[in-house]
């Protein structure tokens, strides 16, 4: 299996392509540090839309802080997030990560504090049961500030989909986590200047909010536009749900019309 050649600046055409498309949201992964931590635990195999109403759940329930989920019974925190998948699973994870976070850290923000060492609190998160990479990265660089890219479902469909970058197409489903993110991270640093030029309006370092940008725009497109079957290339893209998607008025009411890669993606037809 061969793999596929990084080019930094063609990476850069698309994020401005999905940027011009979607627009752009600081807050993208909305919610305090502890919020985004549970919501990347609730996320797991579920959609963000129900794992946001388990989040408001937990909240009107008064489950809303690291102690208050640490000291929940368990039976009474599935019931809160049943919305979710595996919810009794997740309940006894998401007690047991509050658990040795208030006991060693006293708070996420401690936790994933900036000046600790990005691999060491990687490390950290993966050592703890229902903590994948995805997850640790989705933590690390949304609840922290740690420069960590993303890599998911979404960023592998586009790709295998977009071609044009050499190598097998397959290579983007089945290349190992590690070497799809060094793959993004380092070609997102190449052409960071020009990142920071379209405006990242971020309190997090310029390249964590190019990293956080570069994810939520993949994840923009997976959910419009390049759906698992049947992706809308030519088409209005799937409307976005009201205050689960920072692109609401995206796709609705006729504003919509074809993928914003359609003209440089070899499956879209546009670069054949
Ligand atoms: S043109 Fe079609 S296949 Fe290509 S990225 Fe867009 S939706 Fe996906």
Request: aromatic share 10%; glycine share 10%.
């Amino acid at each position: 299996m061969s793999t596929p050649t990084p080019e930094p600046q063609r990476l850069f055409d698309l994020y401005r392509r999905l940027r011009d498309h979607f627009g752009y949201a600081p807050d993208w992964w909305p919610g305090s540090p502890f919020d985004i931590f549970v919501t990347a635990v609730l996320v797991q195999q579920c959609d963000w839309a129900t794992a946001w109403e388990a989040l408001g759940r937990l909240h009107e329930s008064g489950l809303s802080s690291l102690d208050d989920l640490a000291a929940a019974d368990e039976d009474t925190l599935a019931d809160t997030i049943r919305p979710v998948a595996f919810h009794a699973t997740k309940a006894e994870r998401l007690r047991s990560l509050c658990r040795y976070v208030v006991r060693r850290h006293g708070s996420v923000a401690n936790l994933l504090a900036r000046n600790r060492e990005t691999p060491v609190v990687r490390g950290e998160l993966l050592s703890l049961p229902g903590i994948g990479e995805e997850t640790a990265d989705a933590m690390l660089s949304f609840a922290g500030q740690h420069p960590r890219f993303v890599v998911d479902a979404y960023a592998r469909r586009a790709f295998m989909r977009i071609g044009g970058f050499g190598g097998d197409r397959d290579w983007w489903f089945r290349a190992p986590y590690h070497e799809l993110h060094d793959l993004f991270y380092d070609a997102i640093r190449a052409e960071l200047p020009r990142y920071g030029r379209c405006g990242l309006n971020s309190q997090a370092p310029g390249f964590t909010a190019a990293l956080r940008d570069v994810h939520a725009q993949l994840t923009e497109l997976g959910k419009h536009h390049c759906l698992k079957s049947a992706p809308r290339c030519r088409g209005q893209g799937v409307a976005g749900w009201k205050g689960y998607f920072h692109c609401v008025d995206h796709c609705r009411d006729g504003a919509c019309t074809e993928c914003p890669l359609w003209e440089v993606c070899e499956t879209g037809g546009g670069a054949a």
